[in-house]
């Protein structure tokens, strides 16, 4: 008798402990396929006046060039991997930024930041700045996994994250986890699985 109350006891305490932990370790990763062109589009491209700040984790096992971010229409402001995958380039407006030799094309989950304040590009890989240097404002990003109809990203994107530094109220965050929904909303601004 006491066996079982001490076990039932613990484990409702277990349980009780560990509610939460499960869905904060579970994730879902959508990967996207350049073969089928797959890519998410802002319906208002975010166009910040100044600063900006734009992160995502991306996972790739590809040595291909393949855009990150950039715009829909032209390629004046892109976030790519170049140099066969090898080096991250940031370009804004028409401003281009490129790192030494990285290793991106592991499978692993990373975490890359571009900041752009005060006519400063900085590029922080796994919370290391791995390269810093001059820019420009005037930005546009209107896709998120090719731009300019080219060089769709092959693996994964998710926790996208838009933020205007000179106006906050247009930031916007996107999960890019919804297994069967093409769409997530953000302050107003949809972003469509293509």
């Given at each position: 008798m006491?066996v079982?109350?001490?076990?039932?006891q613990?484990?409702?305490?277990?349980n009780?402990?560990?509610?939460g932990?499960?869905?904060?370790?579970?994730?879902?990763?959508?990967d996207?396929?350049?073969?089928?062109?797959?890519?998410?589009?802002l319906?208002?491209?975010?166009q910040?006046a100044?600063?900006?700040?734009?992160?995502f984790?991306f996972?790739?096992?590809?040595?291909?060039?393949m855009?990150?971010?950039?715009?829909?229409?032209?390629?004046?402001s892109?976030?790519?991997?170049?140099?066969?995958?090898?080096a991250?380039?940031v370009?804004?407006?028409?401003a281009?930024?490129d790192?030494?030799?990285l290793?991106?094309?592991?499978?692993?989950?990373?975490?890359?930041?571009?900041i752009?304040?005060?006519?400063?590009?900085?590029?922080?890989?796994d919370?290391?700045?791995v390269?810093s240097g001059?820019?420009?404002?005037?930005?546009n990003?209107?896709?998120?996994?090719?731009?300019s109809?080219?060089l769709?990203?092959?693996?994964i994107?998710?926790?996208?994250k838009?933020?205007?530094?000179?106006t906050?109220?247009?930031?916007l965050?996107?999960n890019l986890?919804?297994?069967?929904?093409?769409?997530?909303?953000?302050?107003g601004v949809?972003?469509?699985?293509?």
């Amino acid at each position: 008798m006491l066996v079982r109350q001490l076990t039932k006891q613990l484990s409702r305490s277990l349980n009780t402990a560990l509610s939460g932990i499960a869905d904060a370790i579970t994730k879902v990763l959508i990967d996207l396929s350049p073969t089928s062109n797959g890519f998410y589009s802002l319906g208002t491209p975010f166009q910040p006046a100044g600063g900006f700040e734009i992160e995502f984790d991306f996972s790739t096992s590809s040595t291909a060039t393949m855009f990150l971010t950039g715009s829909a229409s032209d390629a004046t402001s892109f976030i790519a991997f170049v140099n066969s995958g090898t080096a991250i380039r940031v370009r804004t407006n028409n401003a281009s930024l490129d790192t030494g030799v990285l290793t991106l094309a592991d499978g692993l989950l990373h975490t890359l930041k571009v900041i752009y304040e005060s006519g400063t590009v900085t590029i922080i890989l796994d919370n290391t700045v791995v390269k810093s240097g001059a820019g420009a404002n005037g930005s546009n990003f209107g896709v998120i996994g090719q731009a300019s109809s080219s060089l769709y990203f092959d693996g994964i994107i998710s926790n996208v994250k838009l933020r205007d530094l000179d106006t906050p109220a247009n930031s916007l965050e996107f999960n890019l986890n919804q297994l069967t929904a093409n769409t997530e909303t953000n302050n107003g601004v949809t972003l469509t699985y293509q």
